[in-house]
């Protein structure tokens, strides 16, 4: 391996004229920008099917433009970059073959992929021989963040990049190859394909394999809660490669077989010595390897000056995040707030039962969102992504899940619990559900008691509280139930349970509750009928797959549409919001406050009613909310109370008092952080009356310290307070804020907010 002159200090300049990368992610993204921080003059277009990605390649500055059609992007292009999937080479390459008299005469190719065989038999097929001026690459570098958003002009500094030219390249073309990755800052290597790939295959691939082998052994053991909940700082290292993209490995374990399976195979013998010096208590062949192991680690550590092959993959941080929120800031711009988590949810349950591939656009990447997709692959279903709000579901039809190993841990969401009971009551295997702190104190027996009735066997914790277990193998029935209270989750669940019930399930609802369930299974083919506060459907039906775009959460929009409400001068756009006749609330509820909204550009995607949603400031007045509404903004309440505490005269609330059995008692977590910020309240069993300080020209209130709870509305509702507080705000416990909104402070940040984040308190 012959290593190449590079210094990040003085790195050569990139010469080239036009540069076109096709497939502009993390890799292709970070090359573009390493070259505009080293000062690259030439123009770079990129090649990606994602439009969005584009848009937002030229908006970061990283590109001066691109489009979807390789062969339009060909004019006069000096080098081009392959930076697409090793398995989707092949017709790149062949478009680009039939296309490339439109380049510069003297063009050169070269690529990213991790497996260069593969690749230079794909050139082969594609261009009849292996050209001169193609010379395939592989960067050692990366992130577990994806997307050109990630792009990292620092990704390449002080990695290496390994090429592999062939014996007929064009010392031309090695030489430009070469000043491309010097001017990212990269230490450019040369090495025969064989040897790369076999290097690589035990470098890299084969921890990998291992890792992924590891992490899904432990994950299908009864104790893995358990297990993971108490593995240290070895494990957490050994395993973390192990959370990187399955797709992405999948090609390169096929694209490099050979290499893997021989590693493999040494592997194996090398463990299989360990095995027998175990099992026949020989100490000195334990000592002699793993002293030889300890030596070679060392010197590997040193070799690579404490860099590897591997990229560095993100540890969430466990403990107490708190935010810090100065008032003063400002509510204007247009923004997309993350996917609807509910919708999100059933996206995963229903595409996992139905029949064929189902593909979701817009999936909220929460850890809710992603504890229900997790549940889902420990239960036999494949399921690629999430990447940038895709997924796709491998369906397995309704009777095709398998039994998981152990509990099926769904985080914080209740929505989950409560859907999945349903869903499981009617499967042939036992099951138990069972989730973090906070949903452990919550009420399950609102769905436990109808499946009941239903003929389901389920045991719940004292007082009717998780871990549920559900006996297998039940003969449900349908049967026609009345709900005691409003409420989609025990609705949804006794549709779900229905799918398996002989005969009919009909479903009475006290008042409209958010009807996503319903609208769904209809998407997917599975008939459910209404009439009045009615729903119900015949069971022994199938789902068939199909494409979900979920629309943005109009619950996370509530935080938004109420900080424009509040703020003098504010004017905010929230694009592609659903607007769910069901889920409406909020916007009923600020439109009688008075506020300035205005629904625009609205359709339906997937029979579900999107629409973007414009707010300007208007001041607001204390209204009685009418009782009707109240199921319809259940969850948008704590960001309401904001909303009241800013408007002139006084609020008041009845009929809520599903709010006492959220992720907290929000009523009284609202009214403590109210009382600690000077807002006057009095609180009744079902509600609240809220003092408003309307007066634009002063702030509302004060500032002070808020303890959320650990709940995540609580959390962002005094986040967008500070806009008329007259001090900081610091709010505790905002963790779960990932749960159903990752993005919130850099979206607050956006529109003008003031909010950043403290740190994280490992106590």
């Known amino acids: 391996m012959q290593a190449l002159e590079t210094s990040a200090d003085s790195r050569p300049p990139c010469q080239e004229s036009r540069l076109l990368i096709v497939g502009l992610g993390l890799i292709g993204g970070s090359l573009a920008a390493a070259l505009r921080h080293s000062g690259f003059k030439g123009h770079i277009s990129a090649c990606d099917a994602n439009a969005s990605e584009i848009a937002q390649g030229i908006e970061l500055g990283l590109i001066d433009n691109g489009g979807s059609q390789l062969a339009e992007l060909l004019d006069d292009v000096s080098m081009v970059i392959l930076a697409v999937p ?37 050139a082969v097929r594609a261009f009849g021989e ?38 007929n390249v064009d010392a031309g073309a090695l030489a430009r190859v070469q000043a491309l990755w010097k001017a990212a800052g990269a230490d450019v290597l040369q090495m025969s394909v064989e040897r790369h790939d076999q290097v690589l295959a035990r470098t890299s691939h084969l921890p990998h394999l291992l890792a992924f082998s590891l992490v899904d052994t432990l994950a299908r053991q009864d104790e893995r809660l358990e297990i993971f909940r108490y593995a240290a700082g070895g494990f957490r290292d050994f395993t973390r490669i192990a959370g990187s993209d399955p797709v992405m490995w999948r090609d390169i374990f096929i694209a490099n077989r050979d290499a893997v399976l021989s590693s493999l195979d040494d592997f194996e013998a090398g463990l299989a010595r360990l095995r027998q010096a175990v099992e026949s208590g020989d100490s000195d062949s334990l000592i002699a390897t793993f002293d030889r192991a300890s030596h070679a680690r060392h010197y590997f550590d040193t070799l690579l000056n404490k860099t590897s092959y591997q990229a560095e993959y993100h540890m969430q941080p466990h403990g107490k995040v708190t935010y810090r929120v100065k008032p003063g800031g400002k509510a204007q711009g247009r923004l997309r707030v993350p996917g609807d988590k509910s919708m999100s949810h ?22 809710d969102s992603l504890a229900t997709l997790q549940s889902f692959r420990e239960m036999g279903v494949a399921i690629e992504g999430p990447y940038q709000g895709r997924v796709t579901i491998h369906g397995v039809g309704m009777h095709g899940l398998k039994a998981p190993a152990g509990p099926l841990y769904v985080g914080n969401s209740g929505t989950a619990m409560r859907l999945f009971a349903g869903l499981l009551a009617g499967q042939a295997f036992d099951s138990e559900l069972t989730g973090d702190e906070s949903l452990t104190k919550r009420p399950m027996g609102r769905v436990a008691d109808p499946l009941r009735l239903m003929g389901a066997t ?15 193998g039940a003969a449900l029935k349908g049967i026609d139930y009345a709900m005691p209270m409003a409420s989609a989750q025990v609705k949804s669940c006794l549709l779900l ?50 494409p979900i775009d979920v629309p943005s959460d109009i619950s996370s929009a509530t935080f938004f549409l109420v900080a424009a409400a509040i703020t003098p001068g504010a004017d905010i756009t929230l694009e592609h919001v659903g607007i769910n006749p069901t889920r409406i609330g909020v916007i009923n509820i600020l439109s009688l406050m008075g506020a300035d909204l205005t629904l625009e550009n609205a359709h339906e995607v997937g029979g579900e009613p999107v ?9 607001l007045k204390g209204i009685d909310i009418p009782v009707d509404q109240v199921p319809l903004a259940i ?34 977590a609202m009214a403590d952080g109210l009382a600690i910020l000077g807002v006057n309240h009095t609180v009744v069993e079902d509600g609240i009356d809220i003092d408003g300080n309307g007066d634009d020209s002063v702030p509302s209130y004060g500032g002070g310290r808020i303890d ?23 709010i505790d416990d905002c963790a779960n804020v990932a749960t159903s909104f990752p993005d919130f402070v850099a979206l607050a940040q956006h529109i003008g907010m003031r909010v950043s984040v403290e740190g994280v308190n490992d106590d």
Not at 611 to 619: L, M, N
């Open 497 to 546: 349970a229905g799918l398996y019930a002989e005969g009919e399930t009909r479903v009475r609802e006290p008042a409209p509750t958010r009807d996503h369930t319903e609208r769904m299974l209809n998407g997917f083919g599975y008939d459910v009928s209404r009439e009045g506060d009615t729903c119900w459907l015949q069971g022994g039906g199938k789902l068939t797959a199909g």
């Open 611 to 619: 629409a973007d949603i414009r707010i300007r400031y208007a001041p």
């Open 86 to 122: 090793v398995l989707a080479m092949e017709s790149v390459m062949t478009t680009l073959a039939a296309s490339l008299h439109r380049a510069s005469e003297n063009v050169v190719i070269t690529d990213v992929g991790s497996t260069k065989a593969t690749i230079r038999d794909c």
């Open 708 to 730: 959320s709870l650990g709940d995540h509305r609580i959390a962002m509702s005094f986040a967008i307070a500070s806009l008329r507080a007259s001090d900081d705000i610091i």
């Open 130 to 167: 292996m050209p001169s001026s193609v010379v395939l690459g592989h960067p050692i570098a990366g992130s577990e963040k994806s997307g050109v958003s990630a792009s990292d002009p620092a990704l390449y500094v002080h990695h290496k990049v390994i090429l592999t030219p062939e014996p």
């Open 458 to 472: 389920i045991d719940t914790a004292e007082g009717g509280r998780p871990p549920l277990n559900i006996k297998g």
């Open 346 to 367: 059933r996206s995963i349950m229903l595409g996992a039962l139905a029949e064929g591939v189902t593909e979701v656009k817009g999936f909220l990447e929460g850890e």
């Open 635 to 668: 969850d948008e309440f704590p960001a309401l109370f904001i909303a009241a505490a800013n408007a002139q005269g006084k609020t008041r609330l009845r009929g809520a008092e599903e709010l006492r059995v959220k992720e907290s008692d929000r009523i009284q």
